[in-house]
């Protein structure tokens, strides 16, 4: 698999990561999906990815925290996250602190997510 075109999709919403690991897909990316910060530092460990996309909150681990824990061990990581949650909300805050590339505020546009991880 070309890890250039690798991503690592974290988001608990099964029915919102479908839908983006196919609109991902046909863009030419390869997608592997999480759905917790546990499960997401797993896959992390056992494969290299170009991007890291994922939710803020997250059942057990939040995003920011999984980012933390993923910026620890590669802090070359490109990472963006997505979220709910209104601007400026402590979220959001802790979210634009964590190393991340940005902050996508859901729903976001398809060609927003792709400047971000074509770049």
Same mark, same amino acid.
């Given at each position: 698999?070309?890890?250039?075109?690798?991503?690592?999709?974290?988001?608990?919403?099964?029915?919102? /990561?479908?839908?983006?690991? $196919?609109?991902?897909?046909?863009?030419?990316?390869?997608? @592997? +999906? *999480?759905?917790?910060?546990?499960?997401?530092?797993?896959?992390?460990?056992?494969?290299?990815?170009?991007?890291?996309?994922?939710?803020?909150?997250?059942?057990?681990? /939040?995003?920011?925290?999984? $980012?933390?824990?993923?910026?620890?061990?590669?802090?070359? @990581? +490109? *990472?963006?996250?997505?979220?709910?949650?209104?601007?400026?909300?402590?979220?959001?805050?802790?979210?634009?602190?964590?190393?991340?590339?940005?902050?996508?505020?859901?729903?976001?546009?398809?060609?927003?997510?792709?400047?971000?991880?074509?770049?």
């Amino acid at each position: 698999m070309d890890d250039r075109r690798h991503l690592l999709l974290v988001e608990d919403d099964r029915d919102f /990561s479908e839908s983006l690991r $196919l609109l991902l897909e046909i863009k030419g990316f390869a997608v @592997t +999906r *999480a759905v917790s910060g546990e499960e997401a530092l797993d896959l992390f460990e056992e494969n290299r990815f170009c991007c890291v996309l994922m939710d803020i909150k997250l059942p057990g681990m /939040s995003g920011v925290e999984t $980012l933390a824990a993923i910026m620890s061990r590669a802090p070359d @990581t +490109r *990472a963006l996250l997505m979220t709910g949650c209104e601007r400026g909300s402590d979220e959001v805050i802790s979210a634009s602190r964590s190393g991340a590339i940005s902050v996508l505020y859901k729903p976001f546009r398809i060609n927003e997510l792709l400047n971000y991880i074509d770049n």
